[in-house]
């Protein structure tokens, strides 16, 4: 791994050195991408596995530009080879942590099938109105090689390489984790930690060159989740509460976090961009807490609940108490406000974290969700009253689901918002979102005074697809986001 660490050294200068002109993907710092163009289009990973709809997956292209007469329309749609992959979320082939190698490229978009454990890499630049499938990487070639399964995250390296956590082997085992390497072909190299430094757990993670450390998060056992969410599970220790802290770029596992009782399920994991600060945050699903994990003086990383989002108490439904489901969320590529979703509470949040150890809230919307008016759940309040929030129609559409995923434009103020999570649990959670499909929205963010306020002219109907209603996950922009790139 020593190639990586000599180019990490190069890219470094590079990117220091502002007044050189652009040599490789990307942006040479967080505050330069904020500069970078408006989004134009945006690509969404499209779901029919577990939808009883008998049809591939596919990468969804979706027009982002205002004076475009297609607007917030779905203009092509990749599908791939095979049924039942579950496509998820997706990286990219370089990132601005290749800005200094005048020889990348950003042109594959990598989307691996969680479930088939089929790795697919998409040509975006060739047409990127029109994306096309360019390789296939089979799960019995990545099995036989490394003996990983479900894959989930992908990054760039700066060595060219990419690198795949995976959430258990060909069984569902959560034993069976690791992180998958492919070279800069996308054949399969191997396995990125060092033998016997697997974490038990896997789903998330990001690195941080200058800090030596990667950091991965843990969802659950493939047997478990698959089935959806079972409470019982969470008790038989088949999902997930802590961090895996790495050497960088070495894996050999330093350090395991316990997050305890209040960090069950912590799912996406995010440094702040400046990569030279030591913290960041990690967002436990089920309980439902925003975690800040941050270095100590003595090398070793520490954590403290810096946001919680109480449950609510509720009527009609199979729990007396509603978590949020924190599923997703991101950081403005200044650092100075986060964003998250509660899937099953229904609002969206934005919180001022120049303070990264007091995060203030500045805007709050809901978009969805459980309790929305007109459902049959509802929330008690303290004195026995009843309440369901108010979620306003988008071009005569109700709003479906639960916000789940979110991007963020280059320069803030815009976020988009789809609201599947995976297909069993949204089947579990919100069955009229296989019915009638998933949407986009889009936040018109206030980067001043903080504020959230749906853009009334921006709806993607995923219900009114060729093929029948499907369900809508990860985002990308073809330039890169805010939860692709990785500055080193």
């Not at 069984?171 to 390497?181: I, M, P, Q, S, Y």
């Not at 396995?191 to 030596?212: A, C, I, M, T, V």
């Not at 949204?426 to 998933?438: H, I, R, V």
């Not at 963010?445 to 002219?457: A, M, Q, R, S, Y």
């Amino acid at each position: 791994m020593g190639t990586v660490l000599e180019h990490d050294v190069v890219a470094e200068k590079v990117s220091n050195h502002k007044g050189c002109c652009k040599s490789g993907p990307g942006y040479a710092s967080p505050l330069e991408a904020m500069s970078g163009p408006r989004e134009t289009l945006i690509y969404v990973t499209a779901v029919y596995s577990g939808t009883g709809i008998e049809k591939p997956d596919y990468l969804a292209t979706v027009d982002l530009d205002p004076n475009s007469p297609t607007y917030s329309k779905v203009i092509h749609r990749l599908p791939v080879p095979n049924l039942g992959d579950e496509l998820h979320h997706t990286g990219w082939n370089s990132c601005s942590s290749c800005f200094g190698d005048p020889s990348a490229q950003r042109r594959f978009l990598i989307a691996p099938g969680l479930v088939s454990g089929r790795v697919h890499v998409i040509d975006t630049k060739t047409n990127p109105r029109a994306p096309s499938l360019y390789k296939v990487v089979e799960p019995e070639d990545i099995f036989q090689k490394t003996g990983l399964a479900y894959p989930h995250t992908s990054h760039c390296l700066a060595s060219g390489e990419i690198m795949i956590s995976c959430l258990g082997d060909k069984e569902g085992n959560a034993e069976g984790n690791g992180f998958l390497l492919l070279d800069s072909e996308f054949n399969v190299k191997g396995r990125w930690e060092k033998p016997g430094h697997s974490p038990l757990f896997g789903y998330d993670f990001w690195y941080q060159p200058r800090h030596n450390t990667m950091i991965s998060t843990s969802w659950g056992a493939p047997t478990a989740f698959k089935q959806g969410f079972n409470l019982q599970h969470v008790s038989d220790g088949l999902y997930g509460r802590h961090l895996h802290v790495y050497n960088w770029p070495g894996g050999e596992l330093k350090q395991t976090i316990d997050l305890g009782e209040k960090g069950l399920l912590p799912l996406e994991i995010r440094f702040l961009h400046d990569p030279a600060k030591d913290t960041g945050f990690v967002g436990s699903a089920l309980t439902s807490n925003m975690i800040r994990f941050f270095k100590t003086q003595d090398g070793s990383w520490d954590h403290e609940i810096t946001i919680s989002v109480e449950p609510l108490k509720v009527q009609n439904w199979f729990l007396p108490e509603m978590p949020g489901l924190i599923t997703d969320f991101l950081i403005s590529l200044d650092d100075r406000f986060l964003y998250f979703v509660n899937w099953l509470h229904g609002d969206i949040r934005q919180y001022n974290i120049e303070d990264v150890k007091n995060p203030k809230l500045t805007g709050q919307l809901w978009v969805g969700g459980l309790v929305q008016k007109g459902s049959p759940v509802v929330a008690v309040v303290d004195d026995g009253e009843t309440w369901q929030s108010d979620v306003p129609e988008i071009q005569g559409h109700k709003l479906r689901g639960g916000p789940q995923m979110i991007q963020l434009s280059l320069d803030g103020k815009r976020l988009y918002v789809t609201n599947s999570l995976f297909s069993t649990w949204d089947k579990q959670f919100y069955p009229t979102l296989l019915e009638q499909g998933s949407h986009i929205l889009q936040i018109d963010v206030d980067t001043e005074n903080g504020g959230l306020k749906i853009n009334p002219d921006f709806f993607v109907d995923f219900g009114a697809e060729p093929d029948g209603p499907s369900l809508a996950h990860e985002m990308r922009y073809p330039g890169g986001d805010c939860t692709s790139d990785i500055w080193i």
